[in-house]
């Protein structure tokens, strides 16, 4: 029998101010009775709405089937068709805003939790299955693919699959790309992401890193070392700034930045030879998922107090519902309706404050959010000692620089059409590059449509 019930299950956390001292993940995973339960929920719809909102195109309700009937590594298998990092996409997807907004169970109470289930699926095959995944025949055909994140490791692994030798080129020392250095350690444990890149490596994918592409070799390098297309899933690592007065001042730093030192060089831990300021008065200026990122870490790292400033309304902020709730709960303080003008240092160049003023919101605009506009006479200074800005971030230029007839937009994003193929043939891209910063799971399905288009592209030849 269906399992009416109009809520989720639960999912089990670490209590907050426990949770907000250590970097261990705050939710703990649904056990298999509660798994069961929650599956029990599902509808098995025919027309299978919830698949719609999947940029990858899982199949949802034969999954959750499968978890039903307490066959957790068939449920897994399923997942592991379309998706090669479940366990990662379980985690870190807006499944609120993507599958589980159309799941029917929504109409009259909550949607069934999807996301909390594929990450219970993979979890449990991670725990018991211990076999490393076996290589795939061979076609003689080599890709490159350039950037470890998550639009190259699933193009990678779709490729590698289909026969090709596939080599990742990835700028950093480790693969993972946003998912270890972005991502903090209580919402993505990195030994998760290491397990999975190592069974794409199992497959056959050979990852070479500290090479940056642009400096240590050549688009046009690779086609010459025989490589016959191209996949661009380089991301969008290059800050924004205000430019406004102070920002160059010590203790000014970028998210990115930020979690770099914090998730990828291990600052948290005792004897860390990697520098970051232990602050006591922090502000992370911006509403995104990666705004509440640096400001849960920086309330880990020992700041007492820790201030989300954002032009906007909460109702407007990007962030999933889910992480400004943990935020909260944490005791992360949100200033809303509120903008930076300056940032203000001492003699040593030391922030000290920063100057805002409050705003209200009038038309909307160009993105359909209403446009805020400053309140006159509302100016203020926060007394402060750090100051993180998290305001969005465009591909580095390096690639586009050096890469002759790769066309790029105003913003710096490579262009490229709905299969990835960009202006040079062979040439493919994906994920952040293209879009700019978004989802974990649309750089996925953009590396899986672009393995698709590259692997007809090498047939037709």
């Given at each position: 029998?269906?399992?009416?019930?109009?809520?989720?299950?639960?999912?089990?956390?670490?209590?907050?101010?426990?949770?907000?001292?250590?970097?261990?993940?705050?939710?703990?995973?649904?056990?298999?009775?509660?798994?069961?339960?929650?599956?029990?929920?599902?509808?098995?719809?025919?027309?299978?709405?919830?698949?719609?909102?999947?940029?990858?195109?899982?199949?949802?309700?034969?999954?959750?089937?499968?978890?039903?009937?307490?066959?957790?590594?068939?449920?897994?298998q399923i997942l592991h068709q379309q998706s090669s990092l479940p366990a990662v996409c379980g985690r870190v997807c807006p499944q609120e805003t993507q599958c589980e907004s159309k799941c029917v169970r929504g109409i009259k109470g909550e949607p069934v939790a999807i996301g909390r289930l594929e990450r219970f699926a993979a979890d449990w095959h991670m725990s018991h299955c211990k076999e490393a995944p076996q290589p795939a025949a061979g076609n003689g055909r080599k890709v490159a693919v350039v950037g470890a994140g998550p639009s190259g490791l699933t193009c990678a692994g779709d490729l590698q699959k289909a026969g090709y030798a596939v080599t990742i080129f990835e700028a950093l020392h480790t693969a993972g790309g946003v998912l270890v250095y972005g991502i903090p350690e209580f919402r993505l444990p990195k030994a998760i992401v290491r397990q999975e890149i190592d069974n794409l490596k199992a497959l056959g994918v050979k990852i070479e890193t500290n090479v940056i592409i642009g400096r240590t070799i050549t688009i046009d390098d690779l086609f010459e070392d025989g490589f016959e297309a191209i996949f661009i899933g380089s991301g969008a690592g290059l800050p924004r700034f205000m430019n406004i007065p102070g920002e160059n001042l010590k203790g000014v730093y970028s998210a990115n930045e930020f979690l770099t030192r914090t998730n990828l060089m291990k600052a948290y831990e005792e004897g860390s030879p990697t520098p970051i300021q232990r602050a006591k008065k922090v502000a992370v200026v911006g509403g995104g998922n990666v705004a509440m990122d640096a400001a849960r870490c920086a309330k880990r790292l020992g700041a007492e107090e820790v201030h989300i400033v954002y032009r906007r309304s909460e109702k407007e902020m990007p962030a999933r519902l889910e992480e400004v709730e943990h935020a909260k709960e944490e005791g992360i303080l949100f200033d809303t309706l509120t903008n930076p003008t300056e940032i203000v240092g001492d003699d040593h160049k030391f922030v000290r404050g920063m100057k805002c003023v409050r705003m209200e919101l009038g038309e909307p605009d160009a993105s359909g959010r209403r446009r805020p506009v400053e309140k006159p006479g509302s100016a203020f200074v926060m007394d402060l000692d750090c100051v993180i800005m998290s305001i969005g971030t465009s591909p580095n230029p390096l690639i586009r620089n050096t890469t002759k007839g790769l066309?790029?937009?105003?913003?710096?994003?490579?262009?490229?059409?709905?299969?990835?193929?960009?202006?040079?043939?062979?040439?493919?891209?994906?994920?952040?590059?293209?879009?700019?910063?978004?989802?974990v799971i649309l750089a996925m399905g953009a590396g899986k449509t672009a393995a698709q288009a590259i692997d007809e592209y090498l047939r037709s030849l």
């Open positions: 029998m269906p399992n009416m019930a109009l809520k989720k299950n639960k999912m089990p956390v670490q209590p907050p101010q426990v949770r907000n001292r250590n970097f261990s993940e705050v939710a703990l995973g649904y056990t298999e009775e509660q798994a069961v339960d929650e599956a029990a929920r599902c509808l098995n719809c025919k027309n299978k709405p919830c698949v719609s909102g999947c940029p990858v195109a899982i199949d949802i309700p034969a999954f959750i089937g499968r978890i039903r009937e307490r066959d957790f590594e068939g449920a897994y066309d790029t937009n105003a913003h710096g994003c490579i262009i490229a059409r709905g299969d990835g193929l960009t202006s040079r043939e062979g040439i493919y891209a994906g994920g952040d590059a293209v879009t700019g910063a978004a989802t």
